[in-house]
């Protein structure tokens, strides 16, 4: 008589809550290192990210490509930067005039852009930056857009008839960084509604769709690129994940900041572990300026008028200006916050 033994693998959670986030896995994944071999189209791979240059992806097969982005994107750093995706700097700076431009248009109106990362005012936002660069300046658009890098790495997540949507979100000097996050779809719900979808819409989510970002300047890391954590696209339970304390303390621990050139794209699984860096360029050049053309310190003053209401002393000319550049104020209300302040001075 014999005797055999079968073991199982146990079938994957149906539904995934709370409890199935595991730091130590999530750490597991997250830690493993991204081989140049497993990429041979990229140039390089720089803090886990593969680097890859346009004009070379241009000469080589594109199936062949587009496999091997895929392979990053789902089983590798979830995250490709690709060096000199828009050739011509023209290109980018007529857009970048667009987005200036609609900007203005906001400021000029008040209709300062709503941000779920920050107060309404503290960046710029341009929502459906799309349909209303279209509009703006058609010739434009249609040489942004028509853009080849961006076509390649989209179909080849997405398949061919993938559609393109685009914000401009522009971190101001001074802006804070955003908190770590996942996006759309799954990432866009509250905890409680995400963990009511089962376990295979949690998987099936970053399939959906792609993330892209083009540098439209120069962005050492002190400007804030976005931050990233490579490998963290394949964490199951990571839509439930990310708004934990401790997910999101080994994110700022260990979140990696690649510095880009005008013209360079990054494309990223949206289920990759980001967020919008901390622009600390220009600070001590504001500083200096604003040193120089408003008064630091608030007295003499009449405090029957202008009471310590926030501290010990009344708000300086100097920090109503870095509040007018940290929400986005026109030059009128500046001027005219100012005249106020003065006028409340006088005894």
């Known amino acids: 008589m014999s005797a055999s033994t079968h073991h199982q693998t146990p079938a994957p959670a149906a539904w995934l809550s709370e409890r199935h986030c595991d730091l130590d896995a999530f750490r597991a994944l997250v830690e493993q290192s991204t081989d140049l071999d497993a990429y041979p189209h990229a140039s390089a791979v720089e803090r886990n990210v593969p680097l890859y240059d346009a004009d070379r992806l241009a000469l080589a097969d594109r199936r062949a490509v587009q496999t091997e982005l895929v392979r990053a994107f789902a089983d590798g750093p979830g995250i490709v930067v690709v060096r000199g995706a828009f050739a011509d700097p023209a290109v980018v700076d007529r857009t970048t005039a667009v987005f200036e431009a609609l900007i203005a ?73 955003q908190t770590v996050h996942r996006d759309y779809h799954l990432g866009f719900l509250s ?132 509040r007018a550049l940290r929400e986005g104020w026109t030059a009128r209300t500046l001027r005219g916050e100012l005249r106020a302040g003065a006028k409340r001075r006088e005894s």
């Open 105 to 177: 248009e906001q400021r000029a109106t008040g209709a300062a852009a709503g941000d779920h990362f920050a107060k309404p005012g503290a960046n710029d936002r341009v929502w459906n930056a799309l349909e209303k660069a279209a509009l703006y300046d058609p010739e434009a658009f249609a040489e942004y857009y028509a853009n080849e890098v961006i076509a390649l790495v989209s179909s080849a997540w997405l398949g061919p008839g993938y559609q393109v949507t685009s914000q401009v979100n522009v971190v101001n000097p001074g802006g804070a960084a």
């Open 191 to 322: 905890q409680e509604v995400a963990a009511r979808y089962p376990a295979h819409v949690h998987r099936l989510s970053p399939v959906l769709t792609l993330q892209g970002a083009v540098a439209h300047c120069d962005m050492p890391v002190e400007s804030g690129p976005t931050l990233y954590l490579p490998h963290s696209q394949k964490y199951e339970p990571g839509y439930l994940a990310w708004r934990l304390p401790e997910f999101r303390a080994y994110f700022e621990e260990h979140h990696v900041q690649l510095p880009l050139a005008k013209g360079d794209a990054v494309f990223f699984n949206p289920a990759l572990f980001h967020a919008a860096g901390a622009n600390h360029a220009g600070e001590q050049w504001m500083e200096n300026v604003i040193a120089a053309s408003a008064e630091g310190y608030p007295f003499p003053t009449n405090l029957d008028n202008d009471p310590p209401v926030e501290g010990l002393a009344p708000p300086s000319q100097a920090e109503v200006v870095r």
